[in-house]
């Protein structure tokens, strides 16, 4: 089982990135799945969670109406839209997904993380 996280990199404040969470070993139509990103010195935080059914969509107000979160079942890869980036908003991104939970928004609730990608936003 792996998650295999890309599309990072350096964009302007105001700039767009989308990250791909690409599943090998499991089908990633089923588990739940969530985004989250850790800064230097700070904790992890979701960022955007989605639930097995597709019908909960957690997404913090500190990135709400800017990330969406979304998942292709026919390329098994989940996404991570983020529009109006912020200088806050750099950190490393990683994909988890669970399968002993319906839905979380907390890292311990997630089986399997990607390797991180690297976001930076400056000008």
């Known amino acids: 089982v792996q998650l295999q996280a890309s599309g990072g990199g350096l964009v302007q404040p105001g700039g767009s990135l989308r990250l791909s969470c690409a599943a090998s070993?499991?089908?990633?139509?089923?588990?739940?799945i969530g985004w989250f990103r850790q800064a230097p010195g700070q904790e992890r935080e979701a960022v955007a969670c989605?639930?097995?059914?597709?019908?909960?969509?957690y997404v913090p107000d500190f990135v709400k109406g800017r990330f969406t979160i979304s998942r292709d079942n026919a390329k098994n890869t989940a996404y991570l839209q983020m529009n109006h980036l912020e200088p806050e908003d750099t950190a490393v991104y990683y994909c988890?997904?669970?399968?002993?939970?319906?839905?979380?928004?907390?890292?311990?609730?997630?089986?399997?993380w990607g390797q991180g990608t690297q976001v930076t936003v400056s000008s």
């Open positions: 989605l639930s097995t059914n597709n019908e909960i969509t």
């Open positions: 988890a997904a669970s399968e002993r939970f319906p839905y979380g928004s907390t890292g311990p609730n997630y089986d399997y």
């Open positions: 070993g499991f089908t990633l139509n089923r588990p739940a």
